[in-house]
């Protein structure tokens, strides 16, 4: 059984037992975080789609730890007169 699940702006394929890296979220490593907007849901040929999203269908999640991403350095380039 899978399940494509919305968060932080963008959309995950989640099945059991998946680790999945998404956007920093609130709560502490060991907390378990519940995803309410669940857009499909299938196992193997039966899908459900929602329409935007499955009614009565939630994803439950343990948060494993949160982490920061490579630091990245933004600058405008102008030329010089």
């Known amino acids: 059984m899978y399940a494509v699940i919305k ?3 963008k959309q995950y394929r989640v099945a059991k037992d998946d680790v999945v890296t998404i956007e920093r979220i609130a709560g502490d490593a060991g907390s378990t975080i519940e995803f309410s907007e669940v857009l499909l ?3 193997g040929a039966d899908v459900k789609v929602g ?3 499955v009614s009565g269908a939630k ?3 343990e948060l494993v730890e949160q982490t920061r991403g490579p630091k990245l350095i933004a600058f405008k380039k102008r030329r010089r007169k």
């Open 41 to 43: 849901v299938g196992s």
């Open 7 to 9: 968060t932080g702006g």
């Open 51 to 53: 329409t935007p999203v």
């Open 59 to 61: 994803v439950t999640a």
